[in-house]
């Protein structure tokens, strides 16, 4: 059984930091890109980052571009997403996906997903 179960959000002032992680279960992990998107109260489920299973290359929405580092440990079986900077309009839902194919940025190439991580910033 596949599972992904993010954690390290919370409650943080603008202009902080937080390090979401999440841990990978049921797969081979290393043979996978992994993302990161996030969901805000009202809107779209959006693309934030992700990586290819190397880690060689990282993607960026251009919001995050900057801020955002994502990274993993493939001995860990897990992917991160350390978030400096912090904005009011990073608030959201952060979810990682396993990527199944296609385009790193498009949700439909991602086919399993965690429960995601709930990020506060407040100005």
């Known amino acids: 059984q596949v599972q992904l179960v993010e954690s390290g959000g919370g409650l943080v002032q603008a202009g902080g930091s937080l390090r979401l992680s999440c841990a990978a279960s049921?797969?081979?992990?290393?043979?996978?890109?992994m993302g990161w998107f996030r969901q805000a109260p009202g809107k779209e489920r959006e693309f934030v980052a992700s990586?290819?299973?190397?880690?060689?290359?990282?993607y960026y929405a251009e919001s995050v571009q900057g801020r955002f580092t994502i990274s993993r440990d493939n001995a860990k079986n897990t992917v991160y997403l350390q978030m400096n900077s912090l904005k009011p309009e990073d608030t959201a839902v952060y979810y990682c996906?396993?990527?199944?194919?296609?385009?790193?940025?498009?949700?439909?190439?991602?086919?399993?997903w965690g429960r995601g991580t709930q990020v506060a910033v407040s100005s």
């Open positions: 996906a396993f990527h199944k194919q296609g385009d790193y940025m498009a949700r439909a190439s991602y086919d399993y």
């Open positions: 049921g797969r081979t992990f290393g043979n996978y890109a």
């Open positions: 990586i290819t299973w190397s880690g060689r290359r990282t």
